[in-house]
């Protein structure tokens, strides 16, 4: 006779096990202020300052950053994920210039970024005008190239989206036409804007959700008796159908949306 199956939870032989398992999963309680300290954390570091407000009122707890700051990061991440990077580079060195002066890879990233827009909005009519996305690779790029052999490499792509048809690009020249290139990098702004300001880059939220992967998948190294599948919690495949047709609850309305193609963002969907 075959051997049972001794991680499925129809398996009566199995049902001690699978029960031990949820058993111990439920006596872990986290209490209520934990959990709204998370998630408020979770609004402040990633931008949600109308949500942030509305929480604090309904928790009845305060942000402890101000939400002016937030707002700030928000007018900048907004400004990246449209494609106004002089604008989000102009408010950055308002907010601080020593963000972009002490990070020489991450404003030349900043500035390829600009001149994929140019580029974008160069070769998106026939016979449109290069020049000014030559002129700034030449003025503000290229001064910058000798310094690091990567920034070398990134132009030189870069200039490449000149040359060649949009429908014929390979994929790392149509990559960085792609909208998560904006999404990326204003992500790595808004971490460098929170590091200035002696804030943690991450929240706590994300950082448990890697930690939970993590044992998770030590658990499963080691063999030990877990389900086939785990449900996060966060939300099922279901829910995030159902999520990009309808109004975030969390105040899409008034916060913009990270996820670069207008769809919620699962971590509080």
């Known amino acids: 006779m075959a051997s049972t199956n001794v991680m499925s939870p129809t398996s009566s032989s199995t049902t001690p096990t699978w029960h031990q398992f949820e058993r111990r999963v439920d006596e872990v309680k986290a209490s209520k202020a934990d959990i709204n300290c998370l998630v408020m954390d979770y609004l402040v570091t990633n931008g949600y300052p109308a949500a942030a407000k509305r929480f604090a009122v309904e928790a009845n707890i305060q942000p402890k950053a101000d939400i002016g700051s937030i707002e700030e990061r928000v007018e900048i991440r907004s400004a990246i994920h449209s494609g106004d990077i002089q604008t989000a580079i102009e408010k950055i060195n308002e907010l601080n210039p020593q963000i972009l002066d002490e990070d020489p ?100 939220l994300r950082n448990l959700v890697k930690l939970r992967a993590w044992a998770e998948q030590k658990a499963r190294d080691t063999k030990q008796a877990i389900p086939d599948h785990l449900d996060i919690g966060l939300h099922s495949d279901k829910s995030t159908a159902n999520a990009q047709h309808r109004p975030s609850q969390n105040g899409s309305s008034d916060d913009a949306v990270m996820a670069n193609d207008g769809s919620i963002d699962p971590m509080i969907a």
Not at 123 to 133: E, F, K, V
Request: hydrophobic letters at 40%.
């Open 105 to 204: 890879s991450l404003h030349f990233s900043l500035l390829r970024l600009q001149l994929v827009e140019l580029i974008r909005k160069c070769t998106s009519t026939p016979n449109g005008d290069i020049t000014p996305a030559l002129d700034f690779a030449t003025s503000r790029l290229a001064p910058r190239a000798p310094t690091n052999p990567q920034f070398l490499e990134d132009l030189e792509r870069t200039l490449a989206l000149l040359i060649f048809p949009a429908e014929n690009l390979t994929v790392p020249l149509a990559n960085l036409l792609h909208p998560d290139l904006r999404k990326d990098i204003a992500t790595r702004v808004n971490e460098a804007i929170l590091e200035s300001q002696g804030a943690r880059k991450e929240a706590r």
